[in-house]
């Protein structure tokens, strides 16, 4: 069964370090997410990216935030400057209609 | 309040046991997902419904679009079906619930 794969799997990070999270989407899907859980938390809504641009993000996507596709498959999501609360866990997820989705088995992103 | 609301926030259960979740949404959607989360953070989705009810093995989805309600239900219940079932109300994202936090007890 086709996966959604994000690296790393757990990253540490100094504070006002800048991190990179990456996901390989299901490759004849069109619509892709981040979300993210901050611990004991429910899951959030960050952005979603259609046809190579962003097509709706949260209050949460703030200008340290920022999301790519840079060869076409890979999908990344930037955080420019981490604050101890950007400590959570990030999925992405892919989907193949806007109601089918796929989710990645996280990222667990830890900000010291 | 919250666009999703989940009931209850924890369930204990013995093996065997008749398990339902519920779920009531007060935005438009397109569909409604039942999530797994399993301790290690990795969320697996169970089911979509945009109508009527879906059956995969023990699991049981059920909707009522003209109330905003969801139901899943879980037969014969155990212990591996220990997690946290969040539901996901579909508009051009997901909006989740809180979880239930579910534990079924040999």
């Known amino acids: 069964e086709p996966e959604v794969t994000q690296t790393p799997s757990h990253q540490v990070t100094q504070m006002g370090q800048e991190v990179i999270l990456r996901c390989v989407p299901i490759?004849?899907?069109?619509?892709f997410y981040w979300y993210r859980q901050i611990l004991g938390q429910k899951v959030e809504f960050l952005v979603s990216?259609?046809?190579?641009?962003?097509?709706?993000k949260s209050e949460i996507f703030d200008d340290q935030f920022s999301v790519e596709r840079p060869d076409g498959s890979n999908f990344t999501l930037k955080i420019r400057s981490t604050k101890l609360e950007d400590s959570a866990m990030y999925f992405c997820a892919s989907s193949d209609s806007r109601y089918g989705y796929t989710f990645g088995s996280g990222t667990r992103l830890t900000v010291v | 309040k919250n666009e999703v609301e989940q009931s209850p926030q924890n369930l204990t259960a013995q093996e065997g046991e008749f398990i339902t979740i519920n779920c009531s949404y007060s935005v438009g959607i397109s569909a409604l997902h039942w999530l797994q989360q399993h301790p290690g953070g990795g969320i697996v989705s169970l089911f979509m419904?945009?109508?009527g009810k879906k059956k995969h093995g023990r699991l049981i989805a059920t909707i009522n679009i003209q109330e905003k309600h969801s139901s899943l239900h879980i037969t014969a219940s155990h212990p591996r079906d220990s997690a946290v079932y969040i539901c996901a109300a579909n508009t051009d994202k997901l909006i989740f619930g809180t979880g239930t936090r579910l534990q079924v007890f040999p």
């Open positions: 990216f259609y046809n190579n641009e962003i097509s709706e």
């Open positions: 490759s004849n899907h069109l619509y």
């Open positions: 419904l945009s109508s």
